[in-house]
Structure formats: C-alpha cells, structure tokens
C-alpha cells in the first residue's frame, strides 16, 4: 500500500518536515550557541572595564611618579634623614592643627630598605569630618608626596561617632 496523496498533502507533509528539522537544529545547535555567545559578551563586558580601571590606575600611578622625580630633581631628597623627618613633621602638624583631630601619638618606623622617604605609624582621635579635612590637606602638600600604607577606624553606633585613627603614612620629599 502506497501512500498517495494529493499536491496539497506533499506540500504540507515537507513544510512540516522542515519545520521539524528547524526545531531540531536550534534546540540542540542554535539555542546553546546563542547562550556562550550571552556568556562571552558579558565576560567581554565585565573584562572591558577591570581594563579601564586598571589603566586609571596606572595613570595615577604613573602621575606620582612624575611628582617623585620632579621632586628628585629639585634636590629636595638629598636632606639628611633628620631633616626630612622634621620636614615632614611640620606638614603632619599643619595637617592635623587645620583638621582638629587629637594627636595621641607618632612613632618613626624603621625601613629595612632605604627608599628616599620616611615612614610614620600616627594615632589619631575624631570624627570622620575632622578626618576628611585632615585628608584633604595632606593630600594638598606641594612639596611632600603622602601615601598611606594603611588605615585602621574603630569607633561609631552613633550620629557623631568619637573614631580612633591609626595611619602608616610613608613621605616623600
């Protein structure tokens, strides 16, 4: 028994046919295509902008050391080390007399690698507001290069928390 069957059921038997296929093909092929290339872009994305960042970075980084050799060249890292600490001193004095913070205590740290700067563990008593100016006008210093090798706050639970600051500061002149 032969199947026959008019023009109008062949059409319909083959158009269902390639519908079947279709489906087939972008159930197993297509459809887990389209989602790795989701995947990708989004990983394409995320690895885009750790790029961006990273490069900021490196522009910043890049921009102090600029400050550092201009430093060097003026000659201001040939003060003996007594010098530099004092020079240094007087700036974290400004600094701390213009933000109102409480000095509680400064203690030189000793470097096993001389690096041209001198090193500071400070412990200070505040608010974060007192802590923002201080901040601010350390970082404004023409001729001193801050960084901040840490930063410990404990303190809070209230509207105008009472903090203790602990910074290792490292200068440069």
Do not use: H
Not at 6 to 13: F, G, Q
Not at 61 to 86: C, H
Not at 113 to 122: A, I, P, R, S, T
Request: charged letters at 25%; proline letters at 2%.
């Amino acid at each position: 028994m032969a199947l026959v069957g008019s023009n109008r059921e062949k059409i319909l038997m083959m158009v269902t046919g390639g519908l079947a296929v279709f489906y087939v093909f972008y159930s197993f092929m297509l459809s887990p295509m389209l989602d790795e290339r989701a995947k990708l872009k989004g990983r394409l994305s995320q690895g885009t902008t750790e790029l961006k960042l990273m490069e900021s970075k490196i522009k910043a980084l890049e921009s102090v050391e600029k400050e550092l050799d201009q430093a060097r060249s003026k000659r201001l890292l040939t003060m003996s080390d007594g010098e530099l600490s004092l020079n240094v001193l007087r700036r974290l004095a400004d600094a701390t007399a213009a933000s109102d913070l409480t000095l509680l205590r400064v203690k030189p740290v000793e470097e096993k690698e001389k690096n041209n700067g001198v090193k500071f563990e400070l412990n200070y008593a505040g608010s974060y507001q007192e802590l923002n100016v201080f901040l601010k006008r350390l970082f404004s210093l023409d001729d001193v290069v801050m960084f901040i090798d840490s930063m410990t706050i404990k303190g809070g639970g209230t509207s105008l928390p009472r903090l203790d600051i602990g910074l290792q500061v490292t200068a440069y002149l």
